[in-house]
């Protein structure tokens, strides 16, 4: 028993040395700053990939690819949580997962059951709730729709039966 208190007491007076809890402090205070200075993408930037998911889940829904449906909602779920880590004191962020997560789970279920119709009423229901957010967070001069033309020319939304 004696033997452990003196390892004990050696092993605490070592991490005591002279200097090493300033060295600590400074390394500490050197990582925060970095952190504080370091990029993260904007709140805007954030809503502008969840709009170009927003419209590539349409088309791949329209498109009855269940697949790629189901990888853009989780898509915009991912940017729904990274909003929430990288602004949770804003008001709009901790409104925004109450808001939209049943719409996004009525979503997630259109997509599970492969069902076009039901997943055009959940996409309506998603958009209705994207512009019900803005409205909220005074934003409701940003209008979200269902999209008529696909973001983007170089991605086909079919399904692609080649493995």
């Known amino acids: 028993m004696r ?3 003196i ?3 050696s092993c605490l007076l070592a ?3 002279p200097g090493k809890t300033a060295r600590l402090q400074k390394q500490v205070d050197s990582l925060k700053q970095q952190l504080a200075s370091a990029y ?9 990939g969840i709009q170009v998911h927003h ?5 791949a829904g329209q498109n009855e ?3 790629l449906a189901n990888f853009e909602l989780n898509e915009i779920k991912e940017s729904v949580e990274n909003i929430r880590k990288c602004y949770p004191e804003r008001e709009e962020s901790r409104m925004l997962f109450h808001l ?3 719409a996004l789970d009525t979503m997630n279920q ?3 059951q492969k069902d076009l119709s039901v997943f055009k009423i959940s996409y309506s229901i998603l958009t209705n709730t994207c512009n019900n957010c803005h409205r909220v967070a005074t934003f409701g001069f940003n209008i979200v729709t269902i999209p008529s033309k696909p973001p983007f020319s170089n991605q086909d939304f079919k399904v692609n039966m080649q493995k």
């Not at 993260?40 to 502008?48: C, D, H, L, R, V």
């Open 3 to 5: 033997i452990l208190l």
């Open 15 to 17: 991490c005591n040395e």
């Open 65 to 67: 690819n269940w697949q």
């Open 40 to 48: 993260k993408p904007g709140f805007g930037e954030f809503m502008s």
């Open 7 to 9: 390892i004990s007491a």
């Open 110 to 112: 259109s997509i599970q």
């Open 55 to 59: 419209a590539k889940l349409w088309f």
């Open 100 to 102: 939209l997560g049943p």
